[in-house]
């Protein structure tokens, strides 16, 4: 009898209408998960940028350098403090790569201080952060770990995963490329590849974003570096224009310098 | 219409080291997608003449301007923002046309070819182009 009941059991579950029935109840709880999601749609950009037509900022680069954060000298401990004014003082090294300085995608984390919009997409397993220069933070929120030993090899953006603590995001970052500097105006600050973000990304109001932002570096800072990122909601257009850097790029490299090609 | 073409200078801001800002003082502004350093900014031209061709493309728009030389008729590339940035100063890919008279003032390029960074435009009669309906 008993055998008869677990067959009839196991029939009942593999039939098409048994399966559908633990496809609802898995749809049911992925929706509960939704609902209790924060709703962070809409268009952001960093509070700290306002561009002009020209492609510039709005109120001039010295307002524009008062509001960024990551331009602003890490606390670094002795040895990597010395090599950061080192770099600040060759002058002739900095002038030649400014020069020809071009940038078309902005590695971790400058990218979340760069001009571009962007929007965030909060789904059960993960939340994206979807840049209109196409790049793409994937923070997994599936309760997964950093991939371990040779799975984990350092990127531009480095390996996010977090988790939720009421409508905060909390967002671990490892595995971030040393080579990266921090952002294209602190060219020559740079971090380890031991640099451990955590940030805690909320909706403060209903037309900001907050992201309070620590760095723990043991090899190269004293102390952890700790600030906090804020977002305005874009009104001014209501949907996302994507932007790229090879439809019709007219600032070339030629012999050492940037010209501008002919249309 | 009659063209001109000047150059005048501007008033350059002084340029202030504030604590803690070190790092960026010594290097040169970044426009979203390329050093600024090819741009002269203590330096603005007003470019009179008529547009040649507008292009609304990534990562930058242009305005080719045709303005009048000493000589005639000589052709400025100007770089914009990207499409997104002047959809959202008001600008979209029909504001300027072939043919349409312009004032466009410019930070010309620091090795003297016929190109700049755009800082402002009107048409002919001094409407400025962003706040003309579509």
Redesign the interface.
């Known amino acids: 009898m008993r055998n008869s009941s677990l067959v009839v059991l196991i029939l009942v579950l593999t039939s098409p209408a048994g399966l559908a029935t633990e496809a609802a109840s898995g749809d049911s709880a992925r929706i509960s998960q939704f609902a209790r999601l924060p709703n962070w749609s809409g268009l952001w950009v960093s509070a700290a940028w306002s561009?002009?037509?020209?492609?510039?900022p709005a109120g001039?680069?010295?307002e524009l350098?008062?509001k960024?954060q990551l331009?602003?000298?890490p606390p670094y401990n002795a040895q990597w403090a010395a090599k950061?004014e080192a770099a600040?003082q060759d002058?002739a090294a900095?002038?030649a790569r400014?020069?020809?300085?071009?940038?078309?995608t902005r590695s971790f984390p400058a990218l979340m201080e760069a001009?571009?919009?962007f929007q965030v997409a909060t789904l059960p397993e993960e939340t994206l952060l979807i840049f209109?220069n196409g790049q793409v933070r994937h923070v997994y929120t599936d309760g997964r770990s950093h991939p371990a030993g040779d799975d984990l090899w350092p990127t531009p953006l480095g390996d996010s995963v977090g988790h939720w603590e009421g409508q905060t995001l909390i967002i671990d970052t490892v595995a971030r490329s040393a080579s990266e500097s921090l952002a294209?105006?602190?060219?020559?600050?740079l971090l380890s590849e031991d640099a451990h973000f955590t940030e805690r990304l909320r909706k403060v109001d209903a037309n900001t974003l907050e992201d309070e932002m620590r760095i723990d570096d043991p090899t190269a800072l004293a102390s952890p570096w700790i600030f906090t990122l804020r977002f305005r909601r874009?009104t001014?257009?209501n949907r996302m224009?994507?932007?790229?850097?090879?439809?019709?790029?007219?600032?070339q490299v030629i012999d050492g310098?940037?010209?501008?090609t002919?249309? | 219409m009659g063209m001109q073409y000047g150059r005048q200078s501007v008033r350059s801001?002084s340029k202030?080291c504030?604590a803690?800002?070190?790092?960026?003082v010594?290097?040169?502004?970044?426009?979203?997608?390329?050093?600024?350093?090819?741009f002269d900014e203590k330096v603005s031209v007003t470019l009179v003449g008529t547009v040649k061709?507008f292009?609304w493309?990534?990562?930058?728009c242009?305005i080719?301007v045709l303005a009048l030389d000493k000589s005639g008729p000589v052709e400025w590339?100007v770089?914009?923002?990207?499409?997104?940035?002047?959809?959202?100063?008001g600008?979209k890919p029909k504001t300027v046309h072939v043919g349409d008279a312009i004032v466009v003032v410019i930070h010309p390029?620091r090795?003297g070819?016929k190109?700049g960074?755009?800082?402002?435009a009107s048409r002919g009669d001094g409407t400025p182009f962003?706040s003309v309906p579509q």
């Not at chain 1, 400014?98 to 078309?104: D, E, S």
């Not at chain 1, 224009?241 to 600032?251: A, W």
């Not at chain 1, 310098?257 to 501008?260: L, S």
């Open positions: 561009l002009g037509t020209s492609g510039r001039g680069e010295e350098k008062a960024l331009i602003r000298p950061y600040l002058k900095l002038a400014t020069a020809t300085f071009k940038v078309c001009p571009q919009q209109e294209p105006r602190a060219r020559v600050a874009v001014e257009m224009i994507s932007t790229n850097c090879v439809e019709n790029d007219r600032v310098k940037m010209v501008i002919n249309p | 801001k202030r504030y803690g800002l070190m790092a960026s010594l290097i040169a502004p970044v426009l979203a997608h390329h050093s600024g350093a090819m061709e292009q493309t990534n990562p930058h242009w080719q590339s770089e914009m923002g990207s499409p997104s940035q002047l959809f959202r100063g600008w390029m090795d070819t190109g960074l755009f800082v402002s962003e």
